[in-house]
T-cell receptor, first 111, second 117 residues
């Protein structure tokens, strides 16, 4: 089973920041938090990942709480092309690193 | 970034025939590859994990004789849907990772839409 919970859907205005929350209260000490997104009928696209420090790259920022039980993905200036399903995943250290997807959050960016 | 190529993008076949889907890592060696299937408006469901040179590990409820996985090289894994039936119609996605470190990224193919008539 997926170890994360996310809201099923969110709306965001174009040009505004999109803040997507994720709860992973049972995360273990050496498990990373990964974010992927899937645009309709395509394979998932890697966005960002982190362990305990906040991370930023050209696509997004990842804010992880100090207790690591939750995180937020931030798309600083959402565009219409950011409309997708966003998946927050906790990746296990053992078990072949298999990645289990939860239901994700369907983000609608509106003009 | 790393590229995972998946072919074909879509396939239509008659019921009872077999279909092979290829997944290639183009610029890295993939020690582990994963196969997923996805039904409309649902999340990805992990089917199996394949490691180069060894038998695949199937998730509970996935028929290993129905979905044959071969990972003969570090850059190629194949999924064969044997004796396909309409209920096997789905979006199949492969993914690959170059290593065993806990912070390795997972790279995904573009998916294969299978329609069984």
């Amino acid at each position: 089973d997926a170890k994360t919970t996310q809201p099923p859907s969110m709306d965001c205005a174009e040009g505004r920041a999109a803040n997507l929350p994720c709860n992973h209260s049972t995360i273990s000490g050496n498990e990373y938090v990964y974010w992927y997104r899937q645009i309709h009928s395509q394979g998932p696209q890697y966005i960002i990942h982190g362990l305990k420090n906040n991370e930023t790259n050209e696509m997004a920022s990842l804010i992880i709480t100090e207790d690591r039980k939750s995180s937020t993905l931030i798309l600083p200036h959402a565009t219409l092309r950011d409309t997708a399903v966003y998946y927050c995943i906790v990746r296990p250290y053992t078990g072949g690193f298999k990645t289990i997807f939860g239901a994700g959050t369907r983000l609608f960016v509106k003009a | 970034g790393a590229v995972v190529s998946q072919h074909p993008s879509w396939v239509i076949c008659k019921s009872g025939t077999s279909v092979k889907i290829e997944c290639r890592s183009l610029d890295f060696q993939a020690t582990t590859m994963f196969w997923y299937r996805q039904f409309p408006k649902q999340s990805l469901m992990l089917m199996a994990t394949s490691n180069e040179g060894s038998k695949a590990t199937y998730e509970q409820g996935v028929e290993k004789d129905k979905f044959l996985i071969n990972h003969a090289s570090l850059t190629l894994s194949t999924l064969t849907v044997t004796s396909a039936h309409p209920e096997d119609s789905s979006f199949y996605i492969c993914s690959a990772t170059p290593g065993q470190l806990e912070n390795e990224k997972l790279f995904f193919g573009s998916g294969t839409q299978l329609s069984v008539l």
